[in-house]
């Protein structure tokens, strides 16, 4: 499986973009980049994934480089409810389903 | 439609008891996964179950663990007997059915069942 490295913590102020690296220079060409999210006290959460296009959807956009070595997750107007640690994850197990949960980014939206 | 649901939601436990967890996935969803996260630790995948069967047990950590999923719905997670390092949230999941394309697959998560083994 692809390696990933996620800043540790990032702070945003409440209105503004949020904006989540993740590199995963290590990635398969088949894989795909997955974003998920752990609100405090919850289950993890989907948000978005791409392969090599750019992606939206209602919650965020997906950014990704086109080399596919790095993404980044965009929330366009954090609120307080999106803090939370945030996972990227590339692709599943080879020949499995699993999905493989670093230590993610904890971002702190700032009233 | 409802979510995937876990019960119970919290379990105090005395090491060497035995504790069962509940699964219910989202309707329909043929895929259900088993996930952990211990004190400190990041989330760590336990095994998957395509309806009844077992498709990938890797994860389990040692045989005090045993997940079932009879007829294809609902799945149990038990330990036995508990020990402290036992002590976590444990998620649920599950996905819909299999695509051709597996790197699609999304899956939906529940709340967690908190257990504390003292």
């Known amino acids: 499986d692809a390696k990933t490295t996620q800043p540790t913590s990032m702070d945003c102020a409440e209105g503004r973009a949020a904006n989540l690296p993740c590199n995963h220079s290590?990635?398969?060409?088949?894989?795909?980049v997955y974003w998920y999210r752990q609100i405090h006290s919850q289950g993890p959460q989907y948000i978005i994934h791409g392969l090599k296009n750019n992606e939206t959807n209602e919650m965020a956009s997906l950014i990704i480089t086109e080399d596919r070595k790095s993404s980044t997750l965009i929330l366009p107007h954090a609120t307080l409810r999106d803090t939370a640690v945030y996972y990227c994850i590339p692709g599943y197990g080879a020949g499995s389903y699993q999905l493989t949960f670093g230590k993610g980014t904890k971002l702190s939206v700032i009233p | 439609e409802a979510g995937v649901t876990q019960f119970p939601s919290h379990s105090v436990i005395e090491k060497g008891q035995t504790v069962t967890l509940r699964c219910d996935p989202i309707s329909g969803h043929d895929n259900l996964y088993w996930y952990r996260r211990v004190m400190g630790k990041e989330i760590k995948f336990l095994l998957h179950?395509?309806?009844?069967?077992?498709?990938?047990e890797s994860g389990m950590p040692n045989n005090r663990f045993l997940a079932e999923r009879t007829g294809g719905t609902y799945s149990t997670l038990k330990v036995q007997p508990a020990e402290l390092e036992d002590s976590g949230v444990y998620f649920c999941?599950?996905?819909?059915?299999?695509?051709?394309?597996?790197?699609?697959?999304?899956?939906?998560f529940g709340p967690g069942t908190r257990l504390l083994v003292l």
């Open positions: 999941a599950s996905s819909p059915s299999i695509v051709p394309d597996s790197s699609q697959e999304t899956q939906y």
């Open positions: 179950f395509v309806k009844e069967s077992k498709q990938d």
């Open positions: 290590t990635i398969s060409g088949n894989e795909y």
